[in-house]
């Protein structure tokens, strides 16, 4: 009988078209160099967006494009808003916040930066179980229990309908994933006791999750990353850097004219070297003979300023990010910011409602329908809520305090003029509580279960509420 052999595992194939400019693919891989060309094999997938991903992590200009936008976007979150019913506006806010979202939603766009695409897929209890493979049926959810972002690297397949003439041409279906690992059990000596198989792939249905992609096109089934297309830009900062550093190390250069160290033997000569590295690298006091001369050669860098300015041009027009912003010169309010960094905003807030908005009001819709939230499970489209956004620069104390001026000298001309009773004043007032702008603490309604106050708090509260009427001398509030 004739053996069988093992098939070895196919090993990704690197292809580089150079690795910086010098070398042309000589010297070892260092910053400054160029996209590995991938060779199509069965781990080029993979590799590919591990790759990615490390130079993410160690590469700062590549951290900073790819995190720049996905920060700004979510820095001072949002809020939901329920007109009129503070109560469950805090109850839903509460469980909003427990699933970690602006956190998440952070790591899902800086995904999507990085590899082209990112999925932000929700994790539920459901009264009856059902498989992942399955729509998720929002009458059946008991509790949603997380939110979890990942890019694009261990999703092995995206089923779309490619089928221009059907109505859900190009919408997603499902994702597979690659199967997690699962642990095996281990001896006292920690080695494994059991045989490693290899683990199913995950198949998940397009209702339990959402898909956001960068440039995605009709017959793309994933999107692009921003650091793939920025590469020729990033390299070439990172390569300047590199010249620049060079540059300052050998800014400067001693050089002698000596005809009597050339008529020394070789012995002398080593000898005559060695001091002359120890002296010559810094401002040494050098004794040389009547005919010897030193002299000092310092590097040309003029000009070099314009060379940088362009490189830091193209990496500003290739990732749509102004170079004042790129490199943190930018400072003072929007209102007074040049036009470029106003458009940069504008894009911002584009993000927001575009790609930020519709999975937000997922998320809200999810834990309305759910039964463990707001007393039960409620049909969104009967309540009335929206998501605000605060604004991308974060007030100061001044601002925040002129903010809650102006909202409550408002509440007071409404109620003054009996167009409101205090008592919905006082509402529209607790609304206000998850707003950043507004430093306001309405103490009453909140997402805890409602605790039974006692009489003597009762009685506590109206002898206070009677001493302050009597040092002001006038009573406080009116009856509606």
């Not at 194939?13 to 069965?42: C, W």
């Amino acid at each position: 009988m004739s053996k069988k052999k093992n098939k070895k595992k196919s090993k990704p194939m690197l292809g580089f078209d150079f690795i910086d400019y010098e070398s042309k693919g000589v010297t070892p891989q260092r910053f400054g160099d160029t996209l590995p060309q991938m060779v199509n094999t069965a781990d080029a997938r993979l590799y590919k967006y591990k790759w990615l991903m490390n130079f993410y992590k160690t590469n700062a200009l590549a951290n900073r494009i790819a995190s720049m936008t996905a920060q700004e976007a979510t820095r001072n979150h949002w809020r939901l808003v329920m007109p009129h019913n503070d109560k469950k506006q805090a109850v839903y806010q509460k469980a909003l916040n427990d699933l970690q979202d602006r956190q998440n939603i952070t790591n899902e766009l800086i995904y999507r930066n990085v590899t082209g695409s990112a999925y932000l897929n929700v994790n539920v209890d459901e009264k009856e179980k059902t498989d992942l493979s399955t729509p998720l049926d929002v009458h059946n959810i008991l509790r949603v229990n997380s939110i979890n972002a990942f890019g694009q690297t261990h999703v092995r397949k995206n089923e779309i309908c490619n089928d221009p003439t059907k109505k859900n041409f190009n919408k997603e279906k499902s994702i597979v994933l690659d199967g997690l690992q699962e642990g095996v059990d281990t001896d006292k000596n920690g080695n494994p006791t059991g045989a490693i198989q290899d683990p199913p792939p995950i198949k998940i249905d397009a209702s339990r999750y959402q898909h956001i992609s960068l440039d995605k096109f009709e017959d793309d089934a994933v999107g692009t990353s921003l650091l793939e297309r920025c590469m020729d830009q990033i390299k070439t900062l990172d390569t300047a850097e590199y010249s620049t550093g060079k540059m300052l190390y050998e800014y400067n250069l001693k050089v002698i004219n000596s005809d009597s160290y050339f008529q020394n033997g070789d012995e002398q000569q080593k000898i005559d070297n060695r001091q002359l590295r120890q002296g010559m690298t810094t401002e040494s006091v050098v004794i040389i003979g009547g005919e010897d001369k030193l002299q000092k050669i310092s590097t040309n860098a003029g000009g070099i300023d314009s060379l940088f300015n362009f490189a830091w041009q193209q990496l500003s027009a290739a990732t749509g990010i102004p170079k004042s912003i790129l490199t943190g010169e930018q400072s003072g309010t929007l209102a007074g910011a040049s036009q470029d960094v106003v458009n940069y905003y504008n894009k911002i807030k584009a993000i927001q409602e575009q790609v930020i908005r519709p999975q937000i009001e997922w998320l809200v819709r999810l834990l309305m329908w759910s039964e463990n939230v707001g007393g039960g499970s409620e049909d969104p489209d009967s309540l009335n809520w929206h998501i605000e956004f605060e604004p991308l620069d974060s007030p100061d104390d001044k601002t925040k305090n002129e903010n809650f001026a102006t909202f409550a000298n408002a509440l007071r001309q409404l109620t003054d003029g009996g167009i409101i009773g205090v008592d919905e004043a006082h509402q529209m007032l607790a609304g206000q509580a998850n707003n950043a702008s507004i430093p306001v603490e309405v103490q009453g309604d909140s997402a805890d279960d409602d605790q039974e106050i006692s009489q003597d708090e009762i009685a506590e509260y109206q002898k206070q509420k009677k001493q302050i009427e009597q040092e002001l001398g006038e009573p406080h509030g009116k009856k509606t």
